[in-house]
């Protein structure tokens, strides 16, 4: 059985040993091992039973460790570390020999990115190897956000899950992938497109769903909680008393609070982010029959938040 702890020695010494532990950043947690050991890759897999297809995310302590694993970095993806890192966005870019194929799913490209959280930073300080880390949920569910959230669905399977508090950011990397002469946008985050293309000039956006296994985590139906999700109608408001809902900044009429959450009472994007999973979460143990979702402005961040909504909706 797993632990909770603040300890970040302890994690190391789990990770030196090729386990895997639950590490905090500032989007999601994430499950962690040695992303150069194809064993403790491939036990990533087992334990999210991950799909072998689905490709991890590598995380370096140091911006110069970008060399150490991509065998060309590309001018604008520079640019872009140099101005998001430590941060939420993950560059996708041709990988050298150094990282197993375990790591890319057979692919040629590796996603790298280096996290803006002062633990998982200074795990990484002490390791002379990249941790691999997905989300540390089970494979289709909703991504977690605390320590707590990593220790109800995976506490039996790891030993340490480090506690870095609730995650700050609470969406997943924006990644970009630098694999094609222009720099595409596989998936959405609080990193905009907006913020991108300031930086270096016109991006492609490619996040729809489908099986595209150069980014499966663009999977139609992903980050589903159990309860069946729909969205809201504020003209249609179910009368049923065991539904849920989640609102975007105001409260339903007439509906009890005990069964309405709201995402950001000031329409707030990086609040409501940070709240999402959480959210979902406590409406998926509220042993609701369904759960109503309402859609948020599609603009800026807000696009990254309606991204996961419509994965999540069935
Ligand atoms: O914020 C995050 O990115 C979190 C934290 C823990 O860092 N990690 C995360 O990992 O969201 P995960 O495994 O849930 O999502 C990683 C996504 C996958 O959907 C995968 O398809 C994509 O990154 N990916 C990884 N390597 C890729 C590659 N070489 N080419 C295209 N997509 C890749
Ligand atoms: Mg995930």
Redesign the pocket.
């Known amino acids: 059985m797993g632990i909770i702890g603040k300890d970040v020695l302890t994690a190391v010494r789990f990770l030196r040993q090729g386990d895997a532990v639950g590490?905090p950043?500032?989007?999601?947690?994430?499950?962690?091992a040695n992303a150069l050991q194809p064993e403790s890759v491939t036990h990533i897999f087992e334990i999210k039973e991950?799909p072998l297809f689905?490709?991890?995310?590598v995380?370096i302590g140091q911006l110069s460790d970008l060399e150490k694993y991509a065998s060309h970095v590309p001018e604008k993806a520079r640019i872009l570390a140099q101005r998001f890192w430590p941060g939420?966005l993950?560059l996708?870019l041709p990988?050298n020999s150094v990282i197993p194929f375990q790591?890319?799913?057979g692919?040629?490209?590796?996603?790298i990115?280096m996290?803006d959280h002062a633990m998982a930073l200074d795990v990484l300080q002490h390791l002379d190897f990249p941790l691999a880390?997905?989300?540390?949920?089970p494979f289709g569910y909703v991504?977690p956000t605390s320590a707590q959230h990593v220790f109800n669905q995976l506490g039996d399977k790891i030993p340490y899950i480090l506690d870095g508090g609730p995650c700050r950011?609470g969406?997943?990397?924006t990644?970009i992938?630098f694999?094609e002469d222009i720099p595409r946008i596989?998936?959405l985050?609080v990193i905009t497109r907006e913020m991108v293309e300031s930086c270096i000039g016109a991006v492609l956006l490619q996040v729809h769903g489908g099986s595209n296994p150069?980014?499966?985590?663009?999977?139609d139906q992903?980050y589903s909680p159990i309860t069946p999700l729909h969205w809201l109608n504020r003209d249609a408001v179910p009368e049923d008393s065991e539904t849920g809902f989640l609102c975007w900044t105001e409260k339903l009429e007439g509906i009890p609070d005990a069964r309405q959450w709201i995402l950001s009472r000031e329409g707030n994007f990086v609040e409501a982010s940070a709240n999402l999973y959480a959210y979902l979460r406590e409406l998926d143990e509220g042993k609701f029959s369904m759960v109503y979702v309402e859609e948020v402005p599609e603009e800026g961040i807000g696009m990254a938040i309606n991204d996961r909504l419509r994965r999540a909706v069935k």
Do not use: F
Request: net charge neutral.
């Open positions: 590490l950043t500032e989007t999601v947690y994430g499950l962690a991950r689905d490709p991890l995310i995380h939420p993950t996708v990988k790591v890319t799913s692919l040629e490209s590796v996603a990115r996290p880390a997905p989300s540390a949920n991504s950011v969406l997943e990397s990644i992938s694999t596989l998936r985050g150069a980014a499966p985590g663009m999977l992903h």
